[in-house]
T-cell receptor, first 120, second 112 residues
Framework: GAVVSQHPSWVICKSGTSVKIECRSL??????MFWYRQFPKQSLMLMAT?????????EQGVEKDKFLINHASLTLSTLTVTSAHPEDSSFYIC????????????????FGPGTRLTVL | KQEVTQIPAALSVPEGENLVLNCSFT??????LQWFRQDPGKGLTSLLL?????REQTSGRLNASLDKSSGRSTLYIAASQPGDSATYLC???????????FGRGTSLIVHP
């Protein structure tokens, strides 16, 4: 199946710093990537939908200026948490869909392994 | 807006049992439905994808069914093993899109 990687897998930073998380589709082109946030023992919360070459679409309640998303190529999307604070500590997961997939696999989501962010 | 409910929230069973995990959704105008497993502190692993035109999909000991008209999907796990212990998530897009809404998951523990 399709593989999605994330880097870094975990990061610890001081309050006020910015952190960049990369999401890559390794063996397919991902026109669309999704960024999620997950708190302990809770389900995934969609933060934004990222389309290659265009601005991301953010979900209601997600601050655009705080969570900067860039999708510069068909295989890479980045999420930058700006001026991070302890309440931003969470598990961030990306997913991607292969828009050229066979009709029977259209819309299938492939997830990265996640990034654990801890803000001190 | 799509709402996804998973029952039960948690399940603890002895090894060897056949299991049924349930997923219900409110908007039946969907393109597909996908089942995932998530191990603690890890990302999601896709288990089965069912397109809207299909009624079921099978992979090894897993079988997922889809009944769009009633807004339900069921994941069957045959002959459960301790390695099946994980959280199982159901993801269903809202009508007219591929963007999924996730249920809260079923936390499964299979003990030897």
């Amino acid at each position: 199946g399709a593989v999605v990687s994330q880097h870094p897998s975990w990061v610890i930073c001081k309050s006020g710093t910015s952190v960049k998380i990369e999401c890559r589709s390794l063996d397919f082109q991902a026109t669309t990537m999704f960024w999620y946030r997950q708190f302990p023992k809770q389900s995934l919360m969609l933060m934004a939908t990222s389309n290659e070459g265009s601005k991301a679409t953010y979900e209601q309640g997600v601050e655009k200026d705080k969570f900067l998303i860039n999708h510069a190529s068909l295989t890479l999307s980045t999420l930058t948490v700006t001026s991070a604070h302890p309440e931003d500590s969470s598990f961030y997961i990306c997913s991607a869909t292969d828009n050229l997939a066979a009709s029977g696999r259209l819309g299938e989501q492939f997830f990265g392994p996640g990034t654990r962010l801890t803000v001190l | 807006k799509q709402e996804v409910t998973q029952i039960p929230a948690a399940l603890s069973v002895p090894e060897g049992e056949n299991l049924v995990l349930n997923c219900s959704f409110t908007d039946s105008a969907i393109y597909n439905l996908q089942w995932f497993r998530q191990d603690p502190g890890k990302g999601l692993t896709s288990l089965l994808l069912i397109q809207s035109s299909q009624r079921e999909q099978t992979s090894g000991r897993l079988n997922a069914s889809l009944d769009k008209s009633s807004g339900r999907s069921t994941l069957y796990i045959a002959a459960s093993q301790p390695g099946d212990s994980a959280t199982y998530l159901c993801a269903v897009p809202s009508g007219g899109s591929y963007i999924p809404t996730f249920g809260r998951g079923t936390s499964l523990i299979v003990h030897p």
